[in-house]
C-alpha cells in the first residue's frame, strides 16, 4: 500500500521560510512524477508544483513560480517543497501527491497524503 | 492557463438520483481531464482520467464523457456515500487547474 506522509507544515510570519517534506513507501518512488496539490481550508484545490521521476523536470503554478522550489530525493523517498517569501494567501493545507505516472500522466493524481497545515500570519 | 469552469457550483440530490455535473475548459484539452471527489476532512480520490476511464476501485455508477473543452461527470444512482464535492482538473498543458468544484448535498 503506497503511504504518503507530510511533516513541517506550521505557523510562519508573512516573508518567512518553510520546508515541508514528504516520505513516501510502499512503492518505487523514482518511477512517479510527484506533486504538491493545496487547498485554503472549506475552499477548492490549487495544484502548486510537479517533479518528474528523476527529478530533472519541475513545473509551477504561476501563483508561487520563483517563490516555491520542488525537489525530491529517490533514494530516501522524499519529497521536498522549499517555500520562501511566504504570503497570507499561501495560508493552506498542503498535499503531497502521487501521480499515476511520469510526465505525461503524473497530474493525474491517485495518491495524497494527508496534509500538513502552513499558516502565514503576523 | 487553461481556465476550468463547473456548473452547477453546487445541487441538492436524493439518494437513487442521475447526477450530472459539467465540466468546461478555456481551451480545448483532447481528453486530458479527470474528476476527483472530496469529502469533508478527507484528501480527494481520483475517480476518473483520461475523460472516461474509470480509476481502479472506484464503482461503476461513475461515468465521464467528453472532450476538446466540454466533458461530463455522471453519478447513474447516488448512493449516501456519494454526497460530497467533486472536482474536475485538465492536465493537457502545465500550469495543472482545476475548476472550482461543484457540491452535491442532501435534497
Known amino acids: 500500500e503506497v503511504q504518503l506522509l507530510e511533516s513541517g507544515g506550521g505557523l510562519v510570519q508573512p516573508g518567512g521560510s518553510l520546508r515541508l517534506s514528504c516520505a513516501a513507501s510502499g512503492l518505487t518512488f523514482s518511477t512517479y512524477a510527484m506533486n504538491w496539490v493545496r487547498q485554503d481550508p472549506g475552499k477548492g484545490l490549487e495544484w502548486v508544483s510537479l517533479i518528474s521521476g528523476s527529478g530533472d523536470t519541475t513545473y509551477y503554478a504561476d501563483s508561487v513560480k520563483g517563490r516555491f522550489t520542488i525537489s525530491r530525493d529517490n533514494s530516501k523517498k522524499t519529497l521536498f517543497l522549499q517555500m520562501n517569501s511566504l504570503r497570507a494567501d499561501d495560508t493552506a493545507i498542503y498535499y503531497c501527491?502521487?501521480?499515476?505516472?511520469?510526465?505525461?500522466?503524473?497530474?493525474?493524481?491517485?495518491?495524497w497524503g494527508q496534509g500538513t497545515l502552513v499558516t502565514v500570519s503576523s | 492557463a487553461i481556465r476550468m469552469t463547473q456548473s452547477p457550483s453546487s445541487l441538492s440530490a436524493s439518494t437513487g438520483d442521475r447526477v450530472t455535473i459539467t465540466c468546461r475548459a478555456s481551451q480545448g484539452i483532447n481528453t486530458y481531464l479527470a474528476w476527483y471527489q472530496q469529502k469533508p476532512g478527507k484528501a480527494p480520490n481520483l475517480l476518473i482520467y483520461a475523460a472516461s476511464t474509470l480509476q481502479s476501485g472506484v464503482p461503476s455508477r461513475f461515468s465521464g464523457s467528453g472532450s476538446g473543452t466540454d466533458f461530463t461527470l455522471t453519478i447513474s444512482c447516488l448512493q449516501s456515500e456519494d454526497f460530497a464535492t467533486y472536482y474536475c482538473?485538465?492536465?493537457?498543458?502545465?500550469?495543472?487547474?482545476f475548476g472550482p468544484g461543484t457540491k452535491v448535498d442532501v435534497k
Open positions: 501527491a502521487k501521480g499515476r505516472g511520469d510526465i505525461t500522466f503524473g497530474g493525474v493524481i491517485v495518491t
Open positions: 482538473q485538465q492536465y493537457y498543458n502545465y500550469p495543472i487547474t
